[in-house]
């Protein structure tokens, strides 16, 4: 999901997590059903069934993570029909110019670039973790060269 930016894969486990009422990993359909009321866009059984259908990639009829991430990708394409209730979940996530006006559009505007410029910030973290990690190892094999030096005047 090189799409998103970390923050927002953060921002969408904390949501997933949230409404994983059974703690068990997946969201089913009741789940689905109050996560869908607490965002205020209740759907019908035959709507929710219909929700997971779609992205349920091992047909066992319950959201994992990564087909919750599925719907938001979705979403992005512009994959999800306008009266669906996926389009409606991806939709709770944004910005409606028509309800935040102009000031809005230009939050989402400024939210977007931001995203843009988080991705490449997301290379620069991933970068920093990789010159650590580099940084970590140079550091134990001097440790252990040191140690091996003090073991072998021991062992004279």
């Known amino acids: 999901f090189r799409e998103f930016s970390r923050r927002q894969l953060r921002d969408m486990e904390r949501l997933f997590r949230q409404y994983d009422a059974g703690k068990d990993g997946f969201i089913d359909l009741m789940e689905l059903k109050l996560m869908m009321e607490k965002l205020g866009a ?4 035959l709507g929710l069934k219909n929700m997971i259908k779609e992205v349920d990639e091992d047909l066992d009829s319950k959201l994992s993570f990564r087909e ?11 994959e999800l029909q306008e009266d669906s209730g996926l389009h409606a979940l991806a939709r709770l996530s944004e910005i409606d110019v028509s309800t935040e006006g102009v000031k809005g559009a230009k939050n989402f505007f400024e939210a977007k670039a931001q995203a843009i410029n ?4 997301f290379e620069e973290e991933i970068k920093a973790e990789q010159e650590e990690k580099k940084k970590q190892a140079e550091e134990l094999k001097q440790r252990k060269a040191a140690f ?3 073991q072998s005047t021991f062992t004279q």
Not at 68 to 78: D, P
Not at 118 to 121: G, N, Q, T, Y
């Open 42 to 45: 209740p759907q019908t059984h």
């Open 68 to 78: 919750f991430l599925l719907i938001f990708r979705k979403a992005a394409a512009g």
């Open 118 to 121: 988080e991705a490449s910030r």
């Open 148 to 150: 091996k030096e003090l």
